[in-house]
């Protein structure tokens, strides 16, 4: 539970000519994570090289790369799809060897018209911008080119120029931008030049065609609006046929993929003469299932050992944990993935996550809210870590509507029963009563779970350094880590003697016993100082690190912080919406006054929603925070390698 | 005569009363707006090269996420402060 699963390294050797049966029957079970062989620098596999891919391995590489290109057209993800039929392998193999050329061909020729469309909008979008500013001048374009003894110019000006005569000018005006048509005796085209120059001209090509300009962009309007409609017809194709053979498709590829596996695996095998050697992971429990089932497919003509697992071995991480905490571990993977030797937290953080998220958002409405959300978004978001994210959320939820009774909040109205935690309500509005919410009780609660959660993450800690370390480095690394718990537990017992504190034991009315200090500060000052030596000896640089212990046990003040927070923008949101526009309304009813209530539920719902939404933000993230800097930096490494085993979970075909 | 000094002394006392809570309020939004324009200031350096991490990389969007709150421990502290100057 608090351990990776077993793992053993299992070593593969039989002849080549039992490779296809070795590989078919390990992607069957679905158990052997194999273990890449890389050329150069291992040891004891001098003169072996990296095998060659079973045969067919390219043809079915190409369909692969088709039915993918094809699914790409149709935005096809696999993983978004939900399973209707299980396909039978064998009668989908000969579909698709008389199916699939079809509809690649068929989309390819379709797609291949849609961009030769697309290509063709564009062009006459282009014309139409390069003739559109002579469409204000009544000349047909012929007339505009063929001259032997006169220049026509024409571009845009930054105001109306005086162009000397003789010439012809027509000048017209936009709100953006002046176009200017001069036509010139080819001797005076300098003198013409030289005022247009003045007035920052900037040329455009002379227009193409014949006709009035007007008509030639109605004849390119007229091309667009056909490519349209027929871009419009192909899209309807495409989308029949997506329709049709989507789950054609996606079956396609998981059983090309498996192919494509099965065909490419000897490349991560070893192979010497007429010999292959793999090795790999397998979870200890399904060592001897594995080795009967490879000694029955290849007819007991294949060697199978274990060997043993060396202390620095890559070994593969599967989580091992109990189905209600499964969900958490996407958040262990969002940080990193437990290495294979330490304890892996999952199971506390499943714990610790919900009741944090609770203690910080605890109220029944916004948990209620929160859990129909979750129960809702169960049918849209899919793919595994989209239901793990919301089955998180769910647990979540649920401890908020827990530590919302506890706390007697139902979004921000005090609920009829009395709080059975520290008070969070807060003094809000004209007429608002009553004691106000009890920070210290709220603080000093918080700081505990800090207190605690941080002596929690020592504690494993030590557990760590004694399962991975040798020799005098592993004492010093426990020593050390007992120091830091003395460090924690001696100051709050010099505390504790010295100030009185609400929520803490008041030590300090013992009578002194030696310089004026009673036992309880004489405990704390020799934890104090065997924990800093303890440290000290391990790294006399981690003393820098000392404020931590006061720095990281107030951070999980936050939870009060954050939690308050919310209650305040709820409590807020009701007053407004209830206080200032619903309620004075309601003594005298009057039109106006309907508006200012229509106006006042806005406001609620509006506000309501906003705060569930910085609530999720807030609750996760944070206790989120509190996980990963405050309690995983006290033992946790991570940088696990995941256990992937070779082979593939059918979900569109069997076999 | 003598109640009159004690009714002045007893306005005095009042107004000190008050203009004590006065200075409490003011020095606990002291406390909040330098922490959260530190908070504010450290995010935008965060968040700025966390998102330019995330387009490079999608995978390390929940650790980037990470490090953008960071930085909201200081405001925490803040916060802590002004309730503790309050209450």
Redesign the interface.
Known sequence: MLTPRQMCRLLIVASKDQLAPVVKELYRSHMFHIEDFVVEGREGYDGFSIGTPLTGATEVSTDLVKVRSIENVFQIQPADMETTVKRRHADLKSVIERELPAIGREVEDLTGRRLKLGATVKECEQKITDIAPFAAIPVETELYRGYERFTVIAGYVSKDVAVPEPAEVHFTKSKSSNFIVVVTPNDHRSDVDRVLQEANFQAVPLPAGTGMPQVIIDGYRDQITSAHREIGEINQKLTEIKGRHSEFLVACEEILKAEVDLAEAPLRFATIGQTFVAEGWVPSDKVEPVKEALAKATGGNVFVDEIAVGEHDPVPVEYNNPPFARPTQLLMD??SRPKYTELDPTILVSIVFPIFFGLILGDVGYGVLLLVMCLGLRKFLKGEEGQQLLAVLRNASISSIFFGVLYSEFLGFPCPWPYLLPSRHLNIGAHATGH??N??GL?MMAIWIGIVHITLGRTISIANHARQDHGSHRIKSVLANVGWILMIWGSLFLIWSMVPMPYMPDLSGLPPVVLGLNVPSLIGIAALVVGIICIARESALEIVELPTIF?HA??Y??IV??G?SSVAIAMVVNYIAIGMLIEPQLENITLVGVIFIIMGVMVFLLGHVMNTALGILGGG??S??LH??EFFTKFYKGGGKKYSPFGLTRRFTED | MAAEVVAAVITDLEVMKASQIGMKAIAASFAIVGTAFAAAWAEMAIGSAAVGATAENKDIFGLVLLLTVIPETIVIFGLVVALLLIF
């Open positions: 969002t940080y106000g919410p920070i210290p603080m720095s107030l951070s003040s936050r912080a954050v308050l993230l944070h989120l925070r990963y800097v």
